[in-house]
């Protein structure tokens, strides 16, 4: 299952996020990847986010992977996070890695 969001992730906007991550999570058990290629910012809310789903998706032993554009992979990186995040560096590399 491809998430794709735009826009920010940002203390604004995590409530929502995880609301609906967390919603579509408890209705099935499929791997999931987050697009944020298009997102414009994220922050410290948004990354926590991230991790909160990571772990949720640890939980039910499904697969987890994150791609970005420059700006989110520059922030996950500074954090170190690419490891527990599974970064990966465009859909289609992310898509292949659920393939395999």
């Known amino acids: 299952m491809v998430f794709h969001f735009t826009g920010q992730l940002d ?19 499929l791997s999931v990847v987050i697009d944020l290629s298009n997102i414009d910012f994220i922050d410290s809310s948004g990354l926590g986010a991230m ?21 989110v992979i520059q922030t996950i990186k500074l954090v170190r996070l690419e490891e527990f995040l599974h970064l990966a560096p465009d859909l289609a590399t992310a898509l292949n890695k659920l393939a395999a």
């Open 51 to 71: 991790v909160q789903a990571a772990k949720e998706c640890n939980k039910g032993k499904r697969s987890f992977l994150v791609v970005g554009n420059a700006r």
């Open 11 to 29: 203390a604004y906007s995590e409530k929502q996020f995880t609301s609906y991550i967390n919603e579509v999570l408890a209705s099935n058990s």
